[in-house]
């Protein structure tokens, strides 16, 4: 799987990507993940990427032109599957949309920043806008690390033992249950019978049931999800 991240804050992206599990996927040859200033793209003489917005709104609106060259240059080295946008408006990021990025093999995340891009960029060369929450960051950088890195870790073999990855909150549509280890009793602090009992059948069952106890308590917006889907 390829990633490039377009961005004018490069620096505010590049340790993140290289270290933990996505840095090993890279080692392994299981990701590539290339970052591009969207400044090399500029045929500005200073480098600007930004100008003011038609209309006199507040705020600074990073031009199509380079955003243009950018995608082109990579386009013409190989077919993307999506090209990402990072947008508050864009379609809430969550385990599912991670699930269906890692199955693509090349993708492009346009990190957004200022006031926004030139909407001719969201209509004309985008093809997906992605929101990892409900709140404004200073720029996209962040955002494209937590898709990139949501995503990289799902692919085979980034993960040691996979059937970890499986077991993530919201995989199933639950919020993960609780987990213990050693010692099995800290300062009077009991690790639920259960699980030390050695039974798999009900040791499973325990969790499930957990999960579902915590999903409900802590998370009754996604069991309001999963019935709004059943109707």
């Known amino acids: 799987m390829r990633i490039d991240i377009l961005t004018v804050l ?11 599990i996505l840095q090993r996927a ?4 299981l990701a590539e993940i290339q970052i591009h200033n969207l400044r090399d793209y500029t045929t500005n003489k200073w480098r600007r990427v930004d100008d003011y917005p038609f209309g006199g709104e507040a705020g600074m609106v990073i031009q199509i032109e380079p955003v243009d060259r950018a995608i082109t240059a990579l386009k013409a080295e190989r077919t993307y599957d999506e090209i990402i946008y990072t947008s508050p408006d864009g ?15 090349n993708i492009i995340i346009l990190c957004g920043h200022y006031k926004g891009i030139d909407f001719r960029i969201r209509e004309h060369l985008i093809t997906k806008e992605i929101s990892v929450g409900n709140y404004v960051l200073t720029g996209g950088e962040l955002a494209a ?5 949501a995503t990289v870790r799902l692919l085979p073999g980034a993960i040691g033992d996979e059937q970890s ?10 919020v993960a249950p609780p987990v213990y280890t050693r010692p099995a009793n800290y300062k009077g602090w009991q690790v639920p019978e259960i699980l ?7 040791i499973q069952d325990w969790r499930l049931q957990q999960a579902q106890e915590r999903t409900e308590r802590l998370r009754p917006d996604m069991v309001c999800s999963e019935e ?3 109707f």
């Open 26 to 29: 890279q080692d392994k040859g």
């Open 165 to 174: 990855a499986l077991s993530d909150s919201f995989q199933d549509g639950l």
């Open 91 to 105: 379609e809430l990021f969550d385990q599912p949309m991670a699930n269906r990025l890692s199955l693509l093999h």
């Open 10 to 20: 490069p620096e505010m992206i590049e340790g993140c990507l290289h270290c933990s």
């Open 228 to 230: 709004r889907k059943i």
């Open 196 to 202: 030390l009992s050695g039974h798999e059948r009900m």
């Open 145 to 149: 690390a937590i898709i990139a890195d």
